[in-house]
């Protein structure tokens, strides 16, 4: 089943993936690419303060444990295919 899914899917990729126009090839100007500003690249460092707000913590360590479970039972299905 894997094989037939495989061989249907790879023509259809290839073929999906090739264009003919080439100006949308925006590499062959020899321009720069543009950079976003600073502003748009600094990080918000207020969830990182210690004196945040008592949701933003609960809302850590839910997420905390959520990644917990999912790492456990990642863990426990590749366990168990083997």
Known sequence: ????????????????????????????????????????MAPDLDAFDEESSEEGRVAAIGNWGYAALMWGYIQAYFISIW
């Open 1 to 40: 089943m894997k094989r037939l899914i495989a061989t249907l899917l790879i023509p259809v990729v290839v073929l999906s993936a090739c264009t003919e126009d080439e100006s949308s090839n925006d590499m062959d100007n020899n321009t720069p690419p543009t950079v976003p500003s600073e502003s748009t």
